[in-house]
T-cell receptor, first 111, second 119 residues
Framework: KQEVTQIPAALSVPEGENLVLNCSFT??????LQWFRQDPGKGLTSLLL?????REQTSGRLNASLDKSSGRSTLYIAASQPGDSATYLC??????????FGGGTRVLVKP | GAVVSQHPSWVICKSGTSVKIECRSL??????MFWYRQFPKQSLMLMAT?????????EQGVEKDKFLINHASLTLSTLTVTSAHPEDSSFYIC???????????????FGSGTQLSVL
């Protein structure tokens, strides 16, 4: 059974500092890995999708890496802003056509 | 990007009543929709996979008679919580794929969620 873990569970940084969010998964036989953002009481916004054959994806200040063999992904957010405060979730798609989510990392960027 | 609309955003109901939540794909056809449940400060747990024109597939431990799912068209799926009880209070989120059945190469688009509070 696929298990996805995110560390740390919560993170607080001053504005301008870079954010590093970690995600690990137990079964490396995945199709893709996705990072999402969730604001309190809201749905999910897709940030980045990395196919299993890719090593990284970039969008603006966001960069996500994937090391499938070691079961790890890292989301980097450069020059954090207070508007980046949210919960970040990673999820993997594997056989069975299901998205398995990690527990999320709650991020607070202090002005 | 594709838009998924979910209604209502929040609902308060008395114990024993039924509540219906709608999930619509506004600008694409969704052969498959997914329903998730999320408890405070926890991650999303898949409840069921909804396929247009067929019965939903429920995850282990999810009561199909309590959580009725109907996917009557390519743009609408509904989740009905029947005879709701306080332990059913949770945040429910739907999602839809524009790419058909396989998520291997497709993004999922999520609704804004429904906060259900059962008194």
């Amino acid at each position: 059974k696929q298990e996805v873990t995110q560390i740390p569970a919560a993170l607080s940084v001053p504005e301008g500092e870079n954010l590093v969010l970690n995600c690990s998964f137990t079964d490396s036989a995945i199709y893709n890995l996705q990072w999402f953002r969730q604001d309190p009481g809201k749905g999910l916004t897709s940030l980045l999708l990395i196919q299993s054959s890719q090593r990284e994806q970039t969008s603006g200040r966001l960069n996500a890496s994937l090391d499938k063999s070691s079961g790890r992904s890292t989301l980097y957010i450069a020059a954090s802003q207070p508007g980046d405060s949210a919960t970040y979730l990673c999820a993997v798609v594997a056989a069975g056509n299901k998205l398995t989510f990690g527990g999320g990392t709650r991020v607070l960027v202090k002005p | 990007g594709a838009v998924v609309s979910q209604h209502p955003s929040w609902v308060i109901c008395k114990s024993g009543t039924s509540v219906k939540i709608e999930c619509r794909s506004l600008d694409f056809q969704a052969t498959t929709m997914f329903w998730y449940r999320q408890f405070p400060k926890q991650s999303l747990m898949l409840m069921a996979t909804s396929n247009e024109g067929s019965k939903a597939t429920y995850e282990q431990g999810v009561e199909k008679d309590k959580f009725l799912i109907n996917h009557a068209s390519l743009t609408l799926s509904t989740l009905t919580v029947t005879s709701a009880h306080p332990e059913d209070s949770s945040f429910y989120i739907c999602s839809a794929s524009a790419g058909g059945l396989s998520l291997a190469n497709e993004k999922l688009f999520f609704g804004s969620g429904t906060q259900l509070s059962v008194l």
